[in-house]
């Protein structure tokens, strides 16, 4: 008789899936600005801006919906997000100043895409015991195919119609792709009466209540370590498209670099996740940062389309494999029940860098006519994030806690 299949990699797929069309629709902003651009008369500093507060509302919208999350679940809360997301694309298409599409798609689809990521790799933590890195590896590729697929259908679109078009079947997608995935997810195996890929937790595991979580010296260490990990990468990654073009390399072309780095981290994304698994999220996380500081120093050499191409498979497996980690260390310090908000806090912090980063990079291009302080700054904040990763203390079992206590 055949053995009946694991619900929670129906989780997996269906939380992939999610964050493949959710992201990738976030990331879309690169490959508009452009076109926005030529369109509007708008400054790439100004545009740049539009992502800035798409990441500080993605980062609300990440601690939020993580910690609604915990609370009502994660199949609500991504429907939810699904139905939002849709509908602030669809009113980004019909802009016609600034600061509507800094609502429509900087805090509307920035808050929306928050109920993704964050809380559906807190749930594949809950799904599977052991292989928790790959488990979360596998949500966080989502990312990555999100990127390779939907910025080359958005340059297509943009090409073939326009940028308002390309918003308007974007938006329908999320409704289309979000809304059917979401009632797939089951936050918990409890919901269907089965334990963890793996057996039960440890027992010696301690959870935290949010209080304890938000107040410890390690969520902030997590949490600091994300904010440079992501504001490095971040400008190169939103201004990919753009910089390839001032260098020459045909528009479409370009796109295709931004999709070949997306691709590239789901092979990040998924290998550091089982090399995690096996060495320890810690280590796999100082070298990620270190190979991803390395490549950054790339992008101020790179001039021909051959040299992109290279230079986003090397950087998209780094960026990509460091991403997934943060979920695992952050399971390891403060157990299963608060999960989301946990991951959600650090999240919330990272996505301040996300923004900050892309907003730099236009606000360097239109200030010094080039984007090489840029990447040395980036390069720069890249390195410091590995070192910071190094102050990430090992958590005490819950037995070590309670020993002094029982002493007295």
């Known amino acids: 008789m055949p053995r009946k299949l694991f619900y929670g990699w129906v989780v997996l797929g269906a939380s992939a899936l999610i964050v493949c069309m959710g992201v990738g629709t976030l990331f879309s902003l690169g490959v508009f600005l452009k076109p926005i651009e030529d369109s509007m008369g708008w400054s790439r500093s100004a545009i740049s801006s539009v992502a800035l507060l798409n990441w500080i509302a993605m980062g609300l919208g990440s601690f939020a919906w993580g910690a609604l999350s915990d609370r009502i679940g994660t199949r609500i809360t991504s429907a939810a997000g699904g139905a939002l997301l849709g509908l602030g694309m669809v009113l980004s298409s019909q802009v016609t100043s600034l600061w509507q ?162 691709l590239a981290s789901v092979a990040g994304r998924i290998g550091c996740g089982m090399i995690a698994d096996r060495f320890g999220a810690k280590r796999t996380l100082i070298a990620g940062l270190a190979l991803q500081a390395v490549m950054l120093a790339t992008f101020l ?37 608060v999960m989301g908000t946990a991951y959600g806090g650090v999240f919330l912090i990272s996505t301040l860098g996300m923004g900050l980063g892309s907003f730099a990079g236009g606000f360097l291009y239109d200030a010094l006519g080039s984007y090489a302080w840029l990447f040395i700054a980036s390069f720069t904040v890249g390195g410091a994030a590995a070192l910071l990763a190094f102050t990430f203390r090992p958590p005490r079992p819950l037995a070590a806690r309670l020993e002094p206590a029982a002493v007295r």
């Open 301 to 337: 050499v790179v001039k021909e389309l051959p040299g992109f191409y290279a230079l986003a498979l090397g950087f998209g497996i780094a960026y990509g494999g460091v991403m997934p980690l943060y979920a695992l260390v952050c399971r390891q310090y403060f157990g299963e029940r």
């Open 101 to 262: 599409l800094s609502v429509t798609f900087g805090l509307m689809v920035g808050f929306a895409v928050g109920a993704f990521y964050a809380p559906l790799s807190a749930t594949a933590t809950k799904w599977f015991t052991s292989n928790r890195g790959l488990a979360v590896a596998i949500v966080s590729a989502g990312i990555g195919i999100g990127t390779f697929v939907i910025a080359p259908l958005t340059r297509w679109l943009t090409s073939t119609f326009d940028w308002r078009v390309a918003m308007i079947v974007v938006g329908d997608l999320c409704w289309l792709v979000i809304i059917p995935a979401a009632l797939l997810v089951r936050s918990a195996p409890s919901e269907i009466g089965v334990l963890a890929l793996g057996g039960a937790p440890r027992t010696d595991e301690r959870d935290f209540d949010a209080r304890e979580v938000l107040g410890s010296r390690e969520f902030w260490a997590i949490a600091i370590t994300h904010f440079a990990c992501c504001a490095a990468h971040s400008g190169p990654i939103f201004h990919m498209v753009t910089h390839a073009i001032d260098q020459g390399v045909p528009r479409m072309a370009a796109a295709g670099v931004l999709g070949v780095s997306g």
